[in-house]
C-alpha cells in the first residue's frame, strides 16, 4: 500500500521560503505522477505543481509559477516542493498526492485522478 508522508511546513512571513517534502513508500513509482495540492480554509482543494516520476516533467498552476519548484529523488522516493517568494494567499494546507499510471507527460492537474494522499502539512504565511 502507497504511503505519502508530508513534512515541512510552519509558519512564516511574507517573501520567506518553505521546503515541503513528502516522504513515498509501498510502490516503485515507475510510471507514477506526483502532485502538490493545497486547500485554504472555505476553498476547493487546488492543485499547486506535478512530477512525472519516470521522465521529471513538471507543471505548475499560475498561481505559483516562477516562484515554487517540484522535484523528485528516486533513490530516496521523495518528492519536495521549494516555496519561494511566499505570500499571504499560499496559507493552507499542502497535500502529496501519487497517481498509478500516467499515460501524458505532465501530471494531471485535477485531484479526482489521484489515487494516494497524504494528511497533509499547514503552511501559515503573515503579512
Known amino acids: 500500500q502507497v504511503q505519502l508522508v508530508e513534512s515541512g511546513g510552519g509558519l512564516v512571513q511574507a517573501g520567506d521560503s518553505v521546503r515541503l517534502s513528502c516522504a513515498a513508500s509501498?510502490?516503485?513509482?515507475?510510471?507514477?505522477?506526483m502532485g502538490w495540492f493545497r486547500q485554504a480554509p472555505g476553498k476547493q482543494r487546488e492543485f499547486v505543481a506535478g512530477?512525472?516520476?519516470?521522465?521529471?516533467?513538471?507543471n505548475y498552476a499560475d498561481s505559483v509559477k516562477g516562484r515554487f519548484t517540484i522535484s523528485r529523488d528516486k533513490v530516496k522516493k521523495t518528492v519536495d516542493l521549494q516555496m519561494n517568494s511566499l505570500e499571504p494567499d499560499d496559507t493552507a494546507v499542502y497535500y502529496c498526492?501519487?497517481?498509478?499510471?500516467?499515460?501524458?507527460?505532465?501530471?494531471?492537474?485535477?485531484?479526482?485522478?489521484?489515487?494516494?494522499w497524504g494528511q497533509g502539512t499547514q503552511v501559515t504565511v503573515s503579512s
Open positions: 498526492a501519487a497517481l498509478r499510471s500516467i499515460y501524458t507527460r505532465y501530471a494531471p492537474m485535477r485531484k479526482d485522478e489521484y489515487d494516494y
Open positions: 509501498g510502490g516503485t513509482f515507475r510510471n507514477y505522477a
Open positions: 512530477i512525472n516520476w519516470s521522465d521529471g516533467d513538471t
